[in-house]
């Protein structure tokens, strides 16, 4: 398999537990280069942890998770599998962008430094000039270029959460991951930050996302992921599954959300 074959998320029997809770049970997918999955499901139904293991801010209780090809937060060697250092997968985690439900900016820096936190710390060479620019390009792109001096407290929730897109996109990932970008806004601010989210799938970027936004799902997703209980429960082409879902557990899910 060449590169551009290679998916740029596979997960294969992935599980994860704490304890005696099970929460992903045996979870198989893959998302294909600049692909858009939409992962939808009641609360509780592993959504977020499965993000939160392919960005290894959660390991893997079993199974394997690859981005582009490699382990996330091991390495192979021969038939062993080994846990990479920290630092290691800290480096691993450049490539994979992720906007959470909070947006999480410093209150004390504006919106152009936010954007330029991460590359500033983490790649050192570039000169700080460059780094700006690239800063104030990103945040024309969200629609924030009038914004760029102004401090979180200045800017709405809508405008907050496309900073931290701005900011997640700063490290030229390979992949997105949106864990509800949308649920603590006020309905009015959401369509602002869909919009962007559009525009990025748009260019191409492959992206997952976890979502309460069915509209979202049918009009830009690829593949549409329905989860319960920590398993996918179905999954195909959004409109299909939406409009015609063939599992009781879907159809119950949806009757209430659509």
Do not use: W
């Amino acid at each position: 398999m060449n590169a551009a074959e290679t998916p740029m998320v596979k997960a294969e029997a992935v599980s994860k537990a704490y304890g005696s809770n099970t929460v992903l049970r045996s979870i198989s997918l893959e998302v294909k280069r600049g692909e858009v999955l939409c992962l939808v499901g009641p609360s509780g139904s592993g959504k977020s942890t499965f993000l939160r293991c392919i960005n290894h801010l959660e390991t893997v209780s079993a199974g394997r998770l690859s981005v582009d090809g490699s382990l996330v937060g091991y390495r192979q060697h021969g038939d062993k599998i080994y846990e990479l250092h920290p630092k290691d997968a800290a480096k691993q985690r450049r490539d994979i962008g992720m906007v959470f439900q909070r947006f999480n900016l410093f209150p004390h820096m504006t919106a152009v430094e936010n954007v330029m936190l991460a590359p500033t710390l983490l790649k050192k060479g570039q000169p700080k000039g460059q780094v700006k620019a690239r800063a104030l390009e990103l945040l024309a792109r969200v629609g924030l270029a009038e914004r760029s001096d102004y401090y979180p407290s200045q800017l709405s929730g809508g405008q907050q959460q496309r900073v931290a897109i701005a900011r997640a996109l700063a490290m030229e990932p390979k992949l997105m991951l949106f864990d509800e970008p949308t649920s603590a806004l006020d309905p009015e601010l959401v369509g602002e930050v869909l919009e962007v989210m559009k525009e990025l799938a748009k260019s191409g970027m492959t992206m997952i996302v976890v979502t309460h936004e069915m509209g979202f799902a049918r009009e830009v997703a690829d593949t549409l992921v329905f989860m319960d209980g920590g398993v996918v429960v179905e999954q195909g082409d959004p409109r299909e599954v939406l409009s015609n879902p063939q599992h009781q557990r879907t159809r119950a899910f949806l009757s209430k959300v659509l």
